[in-house]
């Protein structure tokens, strides 16, 4: 996890164009948003986030560890309202975007995530995965062996630290939620959207505080809600790390670099057993999700992805 990966510059063998043509014409079947089912999954995932929240709430009365339990799967519905945010980044929860545009920024205060910055982040991470010329944005830093050996000892020692998991997992979901988005890195110059969605995210989050502490008290609310957001932060970094990070993961230049190419060979599939299929709304099918970003994490019953 630590180490520096090999790549390949030169140009794929293989001609992908038609499998990604076959798969896309599977996928076109299902990339429709169906309204009355895109609904039901947003209530139940709301209602269940809402229900463990109290209920963990609840029993830190009986103890703080009895408490905490409930935070685990609490952790996991808050995970999956992020997923639902990142579908309507995608313009895929919905069959409207302006649906889609106002649902995932309420639901960035909850996940902490301004819904505008991310998505314009999401989009160039999508535009340029496995691109080696195209680091930066919304991925996780990754150097070639060749970078890797370039560096001073103390930079290796610090590449290795950050690879570490203990680092990414449990230091980077804080820095990455609780810090980072609350100012539009890497889109610092990029026009005011990045501000106003990050700001307005930021006053929504200050607002939905001040009411929880107001009603629970500040330490009650620290010991539901924090451990809630870093261990959602900690399992989204993971799916993340996998979806991407693997040994036969492909990397390389333009113009040996094609997009379905490093879609179907620079992203994996994470396949996960039913339950958690669901409640990570399908995005383990992730080199189809590159492959056609806009269709629904969310597959109707009979589709491929299920």
Known sequence: MSAALEFSVETPDVDDSRDAKAWLKII??????NLKRSTFELAVTCLAFVLLWVASWALLHYGYWAGLLLTIPAAAFLLRLFIIQHDCGHGAFFARRRFDDWTGRILGVFTLTPYDYWRRAHAEHHASAGNLDERGIGDITTLTVAEYKALPARGRLLYRLYRHPLVLFGIGPAW????????????????????????ATNVGMVVLAAIL???????????????????????GIWLFYV???FEDT??????????????????????????LRWLTGYIGVHHVHHLSSNGSLLPPAGSPAR
């Open 28 to 33: 076109n079947a299902y990339r429709q948003p």
């Open 250 to 275: 492909h990397w390389s230049n333009p113009p040996a670099w094609q997009f379905q190419h490093a879609a179907l060979h620079g992203a994996s599939h994470y396949d996960l057993p039913w339950g």
């Open 213 to 235: 502490i107001w009603a629970v008290g500040l330490g009650p609310f620290l010991a539901v809600h924090l451990p809630i957001v870093l261990m959602a932060g900690a399992a």
């Open 243 to 245: 979806q991407h990070q």
């Open 176 to 199: 990455v939620f609780l810090l980072k988005q609350r100012l539009p890195f890497g889109m610092m110059r990029s026009g005011a959207l990045p501000w106003i969605s990050t700001m």
